[in-house]
């Protein structure tokens, strides 16, 4: 995919955004509720940003490799598997979420600082082509659905 210019002020907002909302969503929120799963949905807010660590850990990694790497061949990582690596599942959503939260600045600090033509960088995963630009605007897109999902339960 190009890269597509005008989309990454978007894409850089709706990253900044996503700890902004799940933040908003959980305060003041009772922490039995942020762990708390029901039939109707199996996940917890817990469990859902667990999640979201998860895909940055390994989406943002990716983004770091292209970065240091002229157009790296990268194994592929489930988020789903590599979750199952961490702790991130037992942690208490304070700790998970604060993390995340500095996780997600350093991404933002480096994302920021990017040229143009860096966005671009890329790498093959799983025999496909991804770029800087592509991993970031996936990571903005999953976390807005996760945020939704995040809010809806806690409201």
């Known amino acids: 995919m190009k890269v597509i210019d005008s989309e990454i002020p978007e894409i850089l907002q709706a990253l900044a955004d996503a700890p902004k909302r799940i933040e908003k969503a959980a305060l003041r929120v009772d922490k039995k509720r942020l762990h708390a799963r029901s039939a109707k949905e199996p996940w917890s807010p817990n ?3 667990a999640h979201i660590r ?3 850990d390994v989406w943002g990694g990716s983004m770091e490799k292209m970065l240091q790497e002229d157009h790296p061949k990268l194994g592929y990582i489930h988020p789903r598997q590599w979750v199952k690596r961490t702790n991130y ?3 208490d959503f304070e700790t998970s979420f604060k993390a995340y939260k500095n996780q997600r600045k350093k991404l933002l600090d480096v994302l920021k600082k990017l040229l ?3 966005w671009a960088r890329g790498a093959i995963i799983q025999e496909r082509e991804h770029t800087i630009f592509t ?3 996936r990571m903005a897109m999953h976390d807005s659905v996760h945020c939704e999902q995040i809010e809806s339960l806690l409201q």
Request: one cysteine or more; glycine letters at 0%.
């Open 135 to 137: 991993q970031a605007r």
């Open 54 to 56: 998860s895909c940055a």
């Open 116 to 118: 143009l033509k860096d």
């Open 47 to 49: 469990d859902i940003l």
């Open 89 to 91: 599942l037992e942690l």
